[in-house]
């Protein structure tokens, strides 16, 4: 899965000519930690059930068209793609607020990473 293919998944949905941006997330293994350490590679573990939930938690936000994710699990390393959200809707400030809940909440509640 890529980004490409979501963005080419969220227009074919039935309701995308109510949708007036497309907002894409494409999140990488980063070389140091958040506390500065250096990191060559993550072990990446996603709840799929979890995964699910969230997103349609997020495509009932106001104006929100369609929200896609995919998240690479297994060892990843640095500069290799962990995850992929793409949100569509009606205006920018709905799609931001969608994009920033979705991303939020699937680092929190859906991914586990361990670094090394």
Same mark, same amino acid.
Not at 39 to 57: C, K, P
Not at 71 to 97: C, I, Q
């Given at each position: 899965?890529?980004?490409?293919?979501?963005?080419?998944?969220?227009?074919?949905?039935?309701?995308?000519?109510?949708?007036?941006?497309?907002?894409?997330?494409?999140?990488?293994?980063?070389?140091?930690?958040?506390?500065?350490?250096?990191?060559?590679?993550?072990?990446?573990?996603?709840?799929?059930?979890?995964?699910?939930?969230?997103?349609?938690?997020?495509?009932?936000?106001?104006?929100?068209?369609? *929200?896609?994710?995919?998240?690479?699990?297994?060892?990843?390393?640095?500069?290799?793609?962990?995850?992929?959200? *793409? *949100?569509?809707?009606?205006?920018?400030?709905? *799609?931001?607020?969608?994009?920033?809940?979705?991303?939020?909440?699937?680092?929190?509640?859906?991914?586990?990473?361990?670094?090394?």
């Amino acid at each position: 899965m890529d980004l490409s293919t979501l963005v080419e998944k969220v227009k074919k949905h039935p309701d995308f000519e109510k949708a007036g941006m497309i907002l894409c997330h494409n999140g990488v293994v980063r070389a140091t930690s958040r506390d500065g350490r250096p990191v060559s590679e993550v072990t990446v573990r996603v709840d799929r059930t979890r995964l699910g939930a969230i997103l349609a938690e997020i495509k009932a936000m106001p104006g929100i068209v369609e *929200v896609l994710a995919h998240v690479n699990e297994g060892t990843l390393k640095v500069g290799e793609d962990v995850m992929y959200v *793409v *949100v569509a809707g009606d205006f920018r400030e709905n *799609v931001f607020d969608a994009m920033i809940a979705a991303v939020n909440r699937i680092k929190a509640d859906v991914t586990s990473k361990t670094e090394k």
